[in-house]
Protein backbone atom coordinates (compact mmCIF):
# COMPACT_ATOMS: atom_id res chain seq x y z
CA UNK A 1 0.00 0.00 0.00
CA UNK A 2 1.89 3.17 -1.34
CA UNK A 3 -1.19 5.65 -1.31
CA UNK A 4 0.77 8.22 0.08
CA UNK A 5 5.02 8.29 -0.50
CA UNK A 6 7.72 10.23 0.42
CA UNK A 7 10.82 9.18 -1.45
CA UNK A 8 13.79 11.14 -0.30
CA UNK A 9 14.54 9.04 3.02
CA UNK A 10 16.50 11.79 4.21
CA UNK A 11 17.76 15.45 3.98
CA UNK A 12 20.67 18.15 5.38
CA UNK A 13 19.95 21.74 5.24
CA UNK A 14 22.48 24.35 6.64
CA UNK A 15 20.85 26.36 9.78
CA UNK A 16 18.94 29.19 8.47
CA UNK A 17 18.50 27.61 5.02
CA UNK A 18 14.88 26.58 3.69
CA UNK A 19 14.05 23.13 4.26
CA UNK A 20 11.99 21.75 1.38
CA UNK A 21 10.19 18.05 2.35
CA UNK A 22 8.14 16.39 -0.47
CA UNK A 23 5.21 13.81 -0.30
CA UNK A 24 3.40 12.50 -3.26
CA UNK A 25 -0.09 10.67 -3.41
CA UNK A 26 -2.02 8.50 -5.32
CA UNK A 27 -5.88 8.21 -3.96
CA UNK A 28 -7.55 11.04 -5.16
CA UNK A 29 -10.07 10.51 -2.54
CA UNK A 30 -7.97 12.10 -0.34
CA UNK A 31 -8.72 15.50 1.37
CA UNK A 32 -7.20 16.76 4.11
CA UNK A 33 -3.40 16.54 4.62
CA UNK A 34 -1.36 16.82 7.36
CA UNK A 35 2.27 16.88 8.66
CA UNK A 36 3.69 15.62 11.56
CA UNK A 37 7.33 15.44 13.24
CA UNK A 38 8.64 12.83 15.46
CA UNK A 39 11.37 12.15 17.49
CA UNK A 40 13.02 9.00 18.00
CA UNK A 41 10.59 6.82 21.10
CA UNK A 42 8.41 9.63 20.59
CA UNK A 43 4.62 10.46 19.48
CA UNK A 44 4.25 12.34 16.01
CA UNK A 45 3.68 15.74 16.98
CA UNK A 46 1.36 17.79 14.60
CA UNK A 47 3.12 20.41 12.54
CA UNK A 48 0.68 21.94 10.02
CA UNK A 49 -2.32 20.84 7.92
CA UNK A 50 -4.18 21.91 4.69
CA UNK A 51 -7.23 21.31 2.89
CA UNK A 52 -7.80 19.89 -0.19
CA UNK A 53 -9.98 23.30 -0.71
CA UNK A 54 -6.71 25.33 -0.53
CA UNK A 55 -3.32 25.43 -1.88
CA UNK A 56 -1.46 27.07 0.66
CA UNK A 57 -1.26 27.36 4.38
CA UNK A 58 1.51 28.85 6.65
CA UNK A 59 1.95 29.03 10.52
CA UNK A 60 5.31 31.08 11.39
CA UNK A 61 7.95 29.48 10.01
CA UNK A 62 6.53 26.34 8.54
CA UNK A 63 4.08 26.51 4.88
CA UNK A 64 2.24 23.44 2.81
CA UNK A 65 1.87 23.61 -0.27
CA UNK A 66 -0.92 21.56 -2.30
CA UNK A 67 -0.79 20.89 -6.03
CA UNK A 68 -3.87 18.70 -6.70
CA UNK A 69 -3.30 17.99 -10.04
CA UNK A 70 0.32 16.41 -9.34
CA UNK A 71 -0.75 14.83 -6.69
CA UNK A 72 2.04 16.26 -4.56
CA UNK A 73 2.56 18.41 -1.34
CA UNK A 74 5.63 19.77 -0.01
CA UNK A 75 6.39 21.67 3.72
CA UNK A 76 9.05 24.34 3.45
CA UNK A 77 10.87 25.27 6.67
CA UNK A 78 12.17 28.56 6.36
CA UNK A 79 14.37 29.12 8.65
CA UNK A 80 15.41 26.07 9.26
CA UNK A 81 16.73 25.67 12.93
CA UNK A 82 18.93 22.61 14.56
CA UNK A 83 15.57 22.11 16.83
CA UNK A 84 14.29 20.86 13.66
CA UNK A 85 15.90 17.97 13.01
CA UNK A 86 14.00 15.30 13.18
CA UNK A 87 11.50 12.68 11.27
CA UNK A 88 9.17 14.31 9.53
CA UNK A 89 5.51 12.30 8.19
CA UNK A 90 3.42 13.30 5.71
CA UNK A 91 -0.33 11.79 6.24
CA UNK A 92 -3.63 11.63 4.39
CA UNK A 93 -7.28 11.37 5.14
CA UNK A 94 -10.53 11.46 2.98
CA UNK A 95 -12.79 12.99 5.46
CA UNK A 96 -15.54 13.45 2.67
CA UNK A 97 -15.60 10.02 2.89
CA UNK A 98 -16.40 9.57 6.56
CA UNK A 99 -13.19 7.58 6.81
CA UNK A 100 -11.22 9.00 9.93
CA UNK A 101 -7.95 7.04 9.12
CA UNK A 102 -4.74 8.77 8.13
CA UNK A 103 -2.34 6.77 5.73
CA UNK A 104 1.17 7.90 6.07
CA UNK A 105 4.42 8.05 4.27
CA UNK A 106 7.28 6.84 5.13
CA UNK A 107 8.78 9.75 6.61
CA UNK A 108 11.61 11.98 5.57
CA UNK A 109 14.62 12.21 8.09
CA UNK A 110 15.58 16.19 8.48
CA UNK A 111 18.96 17.19 9.79
CA UNK A 112 19.85 20.77 10.18
CA UNK A 113 23.63 21.70 10.58
CA UNK A 114 24.54 24.18 12.83
CA UNK B 1 -1.89 22.53 26.39
CA UNK B 2 -4.07 19.28 26.35
CA UNK B 3 -2.49 16.31 25.52
CA UNK B 4 -3.08 12.69 24.57
CA UNK B 5 -1.51 10.23 26.99
CA UNK B 6 -0.45 6.47 27.46
CA UNK B 7 0.31 4.20 29.76
CA UNK B 8 2.25 1.99 30.30
CA UNK B 9 5.65 3.83 28.07
CA UNK B 10 6.95 0.30 27.48
CA UNK B 11 5.49 -3.17 28.06
CA UNK B 12 7.45 -6.79 27.98
CA UNK B 13 5.43 -9.63 27.71
CA UNK B 14 5.35 -13.58 26.80
CA UNK B 15 4.05 -14.79 23.42
CA UNK B 16 0.71 -15.58 24.33
CA UNK B 17 -0.44 -13.59 27.15
CA UNK B 18 -2.95 -10.85 27.09
CA UNK B 19 -2.28 -7.01 26.98
CA UNK B 20 -3.76 -3.95 27.55
CA UNK B 21 -2.79 -0.16 26.72
CA UNK B 22 -4.45 2.35 28.16
CA UNK B 23 -4.60 5.46 26.83
CA UNK B 24 -6.33 9.47 27.69
CA UNK B 25 -7.98 10.88 24.54
CA UNK B 26 -8.08 14.56 24.60
CA UNK B 27 -10.99 15.34 26.94
CA UNK B 28 -13.31 17.49 24.79
CA UNK B 29 -12.47 15.06 21.03
CA UNK B 30 -15.17 12.64 20.30
CA UNK B 31 -12.88 10.61 17.64
CA UNK B 32 -10.27 7.89 18.74
CA UNK B 33 -7.33 6.24 16.93
CA UNK B 34 -4.96 3.35 17.52
CA UNK B 35 -1.92 2.99 15.28
CA UNK B 36 1.18 1.08 15.39
CA UNK B 37 4.64 2.11 13.84
CA UNK B 38 6.84 -1.55 13.95
CA UNK B 39 10.76 -0.70 14.05
CA UNK B 40 11.63 0.78 10.66
CA UNK B 41 8.86 0.90 9.05
CA UNK B 42 5.73 3.43 8.67
CA UNK B 43 2.94 4.38 10.92
CA UNK B 44 0.03 2.43 9.87
CA UNK B 45 -3.62 3.02 10.81
CA UNK B 46 -5.37 -0.24 12.92
CA UNK B 47 -8.93 0.72 14.38
CA UNK B 48 -11.05 4.18 14.67
CA UNK B 49 -13.68 4.44 17.53
CA UNK B 50 -16.67 6.61 17.93
CA UNK B 51 -19.93 6.76 19.61
CA UNK B 52 -18.46 3.63 21.88
CA UNK B 53 -18.23 1.68 18.19
CA UNK B 54 -15.42 0.65 15.71
CA UNK B 55 -15.94 3.12 12.63
CA UNK B 56 -13.14 1.61 10.71
CA UNK B 57 -10.49 -1.06 11.26
CA UNK B 58 -7.65 -2.22 8.97
CA UNK B 59 -6.36 -5.99 7.42
CA UNK B 60 -4.19 -6.00 11.07
CA UNK B 61 -6.85 -5.02 14.00
CA UNK B 62 -8.25 -9.26 13.93
CA UNK B 63 -9.85 -10.94 16.22
CA UNK B 64 -7.19 -10.75 18.78
CA UNK B 65 -7.80 -7.02 18.64
CA UNK B 66 -10.46 -5.30 20.90
CA UNK B 67 -11.10 -1.87 22.00
CA UNK B 68 -12.87 0.11 24.73
CA UNK B 69 -13.91 2.53 26.23
CA UNK B 70 -14.91 1.65 29.74
CA UNK B 71 -15.23 4.83 31.67
CA UNK B 72 -15.72 8.63 29.98
CA UNK B 73 -11.82 9.17 29.63
CA UNK B 74 -9.71 5.97 28.97
CA UNK B 75 -9.95 4.24 25.80
CA UNK B 76 -7.60 1.21 25.75
CA UNK B 77 -6.55 -1.56 23.34
CA UNK B 78 -6.06 -5.10 24.17
CA UNK B 79 -4.21 -7.69 22.37
CA UNK B 80 -5.57 -11.55 23.90
CA UNK B 81 -2.89 -13.61 22.63
CA UNK B 82 0.72 -11.45 21.72
CA UNK B 83 2.64 -12.71 18.95
CA UNK B 84 6.06 -11.89 18.36
CA UNK B 85 5.07 -9.82 14.94
CA UNK B 86 2.86 -7.60 17.86
CA UNK B 87 5.99 -5.99 18.65
CA UNK B 88 6.09 -2.24 18.14
CA UNK B 89 5.26 1.37 19.06
CA UNK B 90 1.59 1.62 19.39
CA UNK B 91 0.31 5.47 19.36
CA UNK B 92 -3.20 6.31 20.52
CA UNK B 93 -4.78 9.18 18.80
CA UNK B 94 -7.78 11.80 19.44
CA UNK B 95 -9.35 14.21 17.18
CA UNK B 96 -13.06 16.87 16.49
CA UNK B 97 -13.78 15.71 13.27
CA UNK B 98 -15.34 18.30 11.92
CA UNK B 99 -16.21 17.08 8.07
CA UNK B 100 -18.08 19.54 6.91
CA UNK B 101 -15.41 22.05 7.21
CA UNK B 102 -12.95 19.18 5.74
CA UNK B 103 -10.74 19.41 8.59
CA UNK B 104 -9.18 16.63 11.25
CA UNK B 105 -6.40 16.79 12.85
CA UNK B 106 -5.56 14.07 15.08
CA UNK B 107 -3.35 14.28 17.92
CA UNK B 108 -1.08 11.88 19.30
CA UNK B 109 -0.10 10.25 22.36
CA UNK B 110 4.16 9.65 23.16
CA UNK B 111 3.33 5.86 22.58
CA UNK B 112 3.58 2.39 24.11
CA UNK B 113 6.75 0.64 23.25
CA UNK B 114 5.29 -3.28 23.23
CA UNK B 115 7.83 -5.91 23.17
CA UNK B 116 6.94 -9.78 22.92
CA UNK B 117 9.16 -12.29 23.86
Known amino acids: DQQVKQNSPSLSVQEGRISILNCDYTNSMFDYFLWYKKYPAEGPTFLIS?????DKNEDGRFTVFLNKSAKHLSLHIVPSQPGDSAVYFCAASAIQSNTGKLIFGQGTTLQVKP | EPEVTQTPSHQVTQMGQEVILRCVPI?????FYWYRQILGQKVEFLVS????????KSEIFDDQFSVERPDGSNFTLKIRSTKLEDSAMYFCASSTREGRRGTDTQYFGPGTRLTVL
Open chain 2, 49 to 56: FYNNEISE
Open chain 1, 50 to 54: ISSIK
Open chain 2, 27 to 31: SNHLY
